[in-house]
């Protein structure tokens, strides 16, 4: 069973920056590619970034030169930097792990991220 567990998310205005970090319980970390989506009210979740187990990287549009996805497989990580923040991206922030194995998907529980003045 995987366990993934957020942290990072809170109250910022626009313009600020939140990094958000997931833990995952997993010993096969390593190998599956992880990705952060977010999800607001009404809306389906949208996948805003992904990066494979060699570190390769691929973003949503809307968030490409503002948001830096990165994991450190030995410590079962994947965190996410969020810079220079829009109300836009108020939402509820899930980590995502996608075993290559099971074919299965993990999630999160979630962390609210809100962006206001």
């Known amino acids: 069973q995987v366990t993934l567990v957020e942290s990072g998310g809170g109250l910022v205005q626009p313009g600020g920056s939140l990094r958000l970090s997931c833990a995952a319980s997993a010993r096969i970390f390593g190998i599956n590619p992880m990705a952060w989506y977010r999800q607001t009210p009404g809306k389906e979740r949208e996948l805003v970034a992904t990066?494979?187990?060699?570190?390769?990287?691929n973003y949503t549009g809307s968030v490409k030169g503002r948001f830096t996805i990165s994991r450190d497989n030995a410590e079962a990580t994947v965190h996410l930097q969020m810079n220079s923040l829009k109300p836009e991206d108020t939402a509820v922030y899930y980590c995502?792990?996608?075993?290559?194995?099971?074919?299965?998907?993990?999630w999160g529980q979630g962390t609210q991220v809100t962006v206001s003045a």
């Open positions: 995502n792990l996608f075993s290559l194995v099971t074919r299965t998907n993990y």
């Open positions: 990066i494979t187990s060699g570190g390769s990287t």
